[in-house]
């Protein structure tokens, strides 16, 4: 068998991916599938890590937010991705796969604070790390605090899994010319002015020379090709 093209991966997956169907939550079917994917490339033996955002619950409270001081909004989506990192810790509890948790934000009843060496070590073990309330400040994304994490451990490429199976030259929903990048620079994106990430998390991947793989979370299989190297999303390159 062939062997996976890393050895270490940051996976970002947004909140709203968790959601299925659903206007807002978690829906089971939709981690069950999503934990199902991610333990299998654990199993493979490469080093995990991830940052779940917290749209799918954020959402639901937003109407009530609305007029709400932004930093105290910020510190709420914060605390959806900790409740999102339980869930999918969970999840891989129930299948037999080790994850630890570890929050930027000290909750330590309920799990333990992010510390760098602590986090290497449980990659080392081969525990599913998730990195739980974004980076700990306001104003920045999960996008940031995965670009942010994946630089610190030394991951080899930031995985961002969304709706759309990659990087096009124009959004696919209002463009049925628009055609998937196989492979793109930073700078060609910038360029193009293609969003791939938000603009805090690409700048510190293209100062870092952190990669970033972009594909769809819905497709059956498309993690795995990832993880094998195979042409699947878009590479974002330096
Ligand atoms: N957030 C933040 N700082 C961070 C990460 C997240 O303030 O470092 C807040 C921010 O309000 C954001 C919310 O948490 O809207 C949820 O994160 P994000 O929008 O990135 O989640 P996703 O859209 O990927 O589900």
Redesign the pocket.
Request: aromatic letters at 12%; zero cysteines; a negative charge.
């Given at each position: 068998m062939t062997k996976p093209a890393y050895k270490r991966v940051l996976l970002?997956?947004?909140?709203?991916a968790l959601m299925g169907d659903d206007p807002f939550g978690i829906n089971r079917a939709t981690i069950e599938r999503m934990v199902a994917d991610v333990a299998e490339i654990s199993r493979l033996g490469v080093e995990l890590a991830i940052v779940?955002?917290?749209?799918?619950i954020?959402r639901g409270v937003a109407p009530g937010a609305q007029g709400m001081d932004r930093a105290t909004?910020?510190?709420?989506?914060?605390l959806?991705?900790v409740m999102n990192s339980l869930a999918l810790a969970d999840a891989m509890r129930q299948i037999g796969i080790t994850a630890r948790v570890m929050s930027?934000i000290a909750i330590d009843q309920v799990v333990e604070p992010y510390v760098r060496p602590k986090a290497l070590q449980y990659l080392e073990e081969g525990k599913v790390v998730v990195f739980a309330?974004?980076?700990?400040?306001?104003?920045?994304?999960?996008?940031?605090?995965a670009a942010l994490r994946g630089s610190e451990i030394g991951a080899e490429i930031v995985l961002k899994a969304t709706k759309v199976d990659g990087v096009y030259t124009a959004d696919p929903k209002k463009d049925a010319n628009a055609t998937r990048f196989s492979t793109i620079s930073f700078d060609e994106a910038i360029s193009r002015h293609l969003q791939v990430m938000d603009a805090t998390a690409f700048a510190l991947c293209r100062d870092q020379k952190l990669p970033i793989k972009v594909f769809s979370i819905v497709k059956p299989g498309a993690l795995k090709n990832v993880i094998m190297g195979e042409d699947e999303g878009t590479l974002v390159h330096v």
């Open positions: 970002k997956l947004s909140g709203e779940i955002g917290g749209g799918n954020f909004a910020d510190y709420m989506g914060m959806a991705t930027a309330a974004g980076t700990g400040n306001p104003f920045f994304t999960t996008d940031t605090a």
